[in-house]
């Protein structure tokens, strides 16, 4: 039958119940404070938990008998079949007599985990639906309980109910959070032995960071590195030994391999474990380790240095107290002993590099001109004109900073380099920089790409997805073709810029982020405005800092150059050796307007040293389409009565505020193409930027 629990105890009665189990640190204590509870309630003699183990099928027993001895019984098999399972088909309470109970589990009651009694009660433990277990109630008299004490009963249980599970948590929680402890601890050496070796190229210095490291957190005081030699039959062993602990001694020595533990070690490719002893029959050099310890040295622990299948030698650790070997220690050293080995074939091909030097020293002397006329804080860009010049100066300008960077230039000009570099002297370069494009993209799509989804935020939303803004967080986020962004979607790149927060799509949740955004466009945004197919306010905010890339027609002089290196690259690409470029070629190459701009030129050149046979580019002259010879632009100013040549220059670069270029820049006024304008300006000695 079903009891319905009373509040006959009172809110401050049944307050203070609950407070005092909750209180109780495990199972023992909570069924010592219950039987403590159930007694001075006059409802039963003693009170018992059973848990029940679904995965296992099996049950745990916690109970206190006299003089409060706790009992646990774990997994026991008879228990897992006696009157707990009842209650999970039915849950329902269980009463029955001592009469009843041996007839129905006699081997349970046969067990002496029961003493005699007059009537036992099991309530069923549950939460949120789900029966865990149950709570026992035993009467030694004869004495069935009534409906009001059966209620009592009831309500102690659903406490009980909500006290083991929190326990249950608790217990769980501890072993989780020890583990998670002990697993962070060793990740955080593995981490710091890791960082201290990996950047180690010489031997030496490897082998005593590697003791440095191990010594102070293992303190272990006797660590080698021990590798086979040039020599057949041969070790080199480089040892480093803690006798003063503020002097540690280094020695280096070969000795034979024959007899050894590393032989052992060598063959078997698993680690080898032994305590020692001096009557032992040990190789000469290894007795010498109760040469330099006496006899303290207890045990030595040899582990494999493995790249791949490969055995590069073994990394031997000594120690007086065996207990640093334990097993959590030996797993956490097997991975230091992983890093240790990439250290050590990093250092080996760094000899074997060192070795071949000579033999290596004219490769890619081909690109000697244009590696010296390229910054090296700016990786793959190229040029040495002075738009290029410009440009990279403004780059370093703005770099340090976190503002906003609208990059505009045509098609092919390299705005991702310039963003890439960016980032890269910025002081985020410790992250990677997020890239995404937002041409031809659907509304939709693109906003689940920037600012990401929850599940089921849209048909087809079947998981989460983090947007690029949040994998941008402390780093850099750069869109391209911006001009391209959908009407509707530019007020939410808006907010992102103004406040640093957005929703996922399909959530109200707010997202803080700390990005620094990086724009390129090939479109004329002004007029974008003007025409209402771009929002002005988002144009104010993605102009902070625009920089104008030139096209590759206005810096022909980095055409050469260019040209250079992308026949040098994909020639080595598709496995070419091609060393030279023909000067006609190069002339013909500087002499065309390259719409397509570098990347144009790019693939005219990939297609060249696809059609080479021989070590000389072959570039067909027929097949470039050489630009029709443009008419001079109309000068609109003209030199005043004794006013010379660079008066005039020094006069209009006055009027146009420093602007070379474009239809009321100096060149436009001047009659004059850009290039000729800036090559009078270098001749005479003018420098735009003083006159500004």
Request: with cysteine; net charge negative; charged share 25%.
């Amino acid at each position: 039958m079903s009891y319905t629990p009373m509040s006959d105890l009172g809110q401050q009665g049944l307050f203070d119940i609950t407070r005092t189990l909750l209180q109780q640190p495990d199972l023992a204590s909570l069924c010592e404070a219950l039987s403590q509870l159930v007694k001075r309630s006059a409802l039963a003699d003693n009170a018992a938990i059973v848990l029940w183990q679904a995965q296992t099928q099996r049950a745990s027993y916690y109970a206190s008998r006299e003089k409060d001895t706790p009992i646990n019984y774990e997994d026991e098999t008879v228990l897992a079949h006696g009157p707990v399972r009842s209650i999970l088909s039915r849950p329902d309470t269980l009463h029955c007599s001592y009469e009843e109970f041996c007839e129905t589990w006699p081997q349970l009651a046969a067990g002496g985990l029961y003493p005699k009694f007059g009537h036992y009660c099991l309530m069923p433990l549950a939460a949120e639906g789900h029966i865990f277990g149950g709570c026992e109630f035993i009467r030694y008299e004869d004495r069935p309980w009534s409906e009001k004490e059966f209620n009592r009963l009831q309500t102690f249980t659903q406490i009980i109910s909500v006290v083991t599970e929190q326990i249950q948590s608790r217990v769980v929680n501890n072993v989780d959070y020890e583990l998670l402890c002990r697993e962070r601890d060793n990740f955080r050496i593995l981490v710091a032995i890791t960082n201290a070796v990996l950047s180690r190229l010489d031997m030496d210095e490897l082998v005593s960071e590697v003791a440095k490291e191990i010594h102070y957190y293992f303190d272990i005081d006797d660590i080698s590195i021990v590798l086979r030699s040039h020599r057949k039959n041969k070790l080199n062993i480089y040892s480093t030994h803690y006798l003063d602990k503020q002097h540690p001694a280094h020695e280096q020595s070969e000795v034979d391999e024959a007899g050894t533990l590393t032989e052992r070690v060598f063959k078997s490719k698993e680690m080898l474990l032994i305590n020692l002893h001096e009557r032992d029959n040990l190789a000469p050099y290894e007795r010498m380790l109760f040469d330099t310890w006496g006899n303290q040295i207890q045990t030595l622990c040899l582990l494999p240095l493995m790249s791949g299948d490969t055995m590069l030698g073994v990394l031997k650790l000594a120690q007086c107290e065996e207990k640093v070997f334990t097993t959590t220690n030996l797993n956490l050293l097997r991975q230091i002993a992983e890093r240790v080995a990439i250290a050590v074939d990093n250092a080996l091909a760094y000899q074997e590099i060192h070795r071949l030097k000579e033999r290596l020293v004219d490769e890619n002397l081909a690109l000697t001109e244009q590696l010296n006329n390229v910054d090296s804080e700016f990786g793959e860009i190229i040029g040495r004109s002075e738009a290029m010049y410009s440009v990279l100066k403004q780059v370093e300008m703005v770099a340090q900073s976190d503002s906003t960077v609208l990059i505009l230039g045509e098609t092919g000009t390299g705005k991702e380099l310039i963003a890439r570099a960016i980032h890269n002297l910025s002081g985020r370069n410790n992250r990677r920089m997020v890239k995404m494009n937002c041409a031809a993209m659907p509304a939709g799509l693109l906003e689940s790409d920037l600012f990401g989804h929850e599940r089921g935020a849209f048909t087809g939303a079947s998981a989460q997805r983090i947007g690029r803004f949040e994998l941008a967080d402390k780093s850099s986020l750069f869109l391209d073709e911006v001009g391209d962004m959908p009407l509707e979607l530019q007020p939410k790149l808006l907010r992102v810029l103004q406040e640093q927060e957005f929703e996922r799509l399909g959530s109200n949740k707010i997202i803080q982020t700390d990005v620094r955004l990086i724009a390129a466009t090939n479109r004329d945004l002004k007029k974008m405005v003007a025409d209402r197919e771009f929002r002005s306010d988002l144009y104010y905010r993605l102009n902070v800092f625009p920089i104008h890339l030139p096209p590759l027609r206005e810096r022909p002089e980095d055409i050469p150059l260019l040209a250079k290196a992308f026949t040098f690259k994909i020639a080595r690409r598709l496995g070419r050796n091609i060393d030279s470029i023909p000067a006609e070629t190069l002339r013909a190459l500087s002499n065309m307007e390259w719409p397509g701009n570098v990347r144009e030129l790019e693939n005219v050149i990939e297609r060249a040293v696809l059609l080479t046979r021989g070590n000389v580019l072959q570039l067909s002259l027929p097949d470039i389409a050489l630009p029709e010879p443009k008419t001079p632009p109309t000068a609109t100013v003209v030199a005043q009565e004794g006013e010379d040549e660079y008066q005039l220059i020094v006069r209009v670069l006055k009027e146009t505020n420093g602007v070379v270029a474009g239809p009321k820049g100096a060149a436009q006024r001047l009659g004059l193409k850009r290039t000729t304008l800036l090559s009078r300006m270098k001749r005479l000695g003018i420098d735009k930027s003083a006159l500004v």
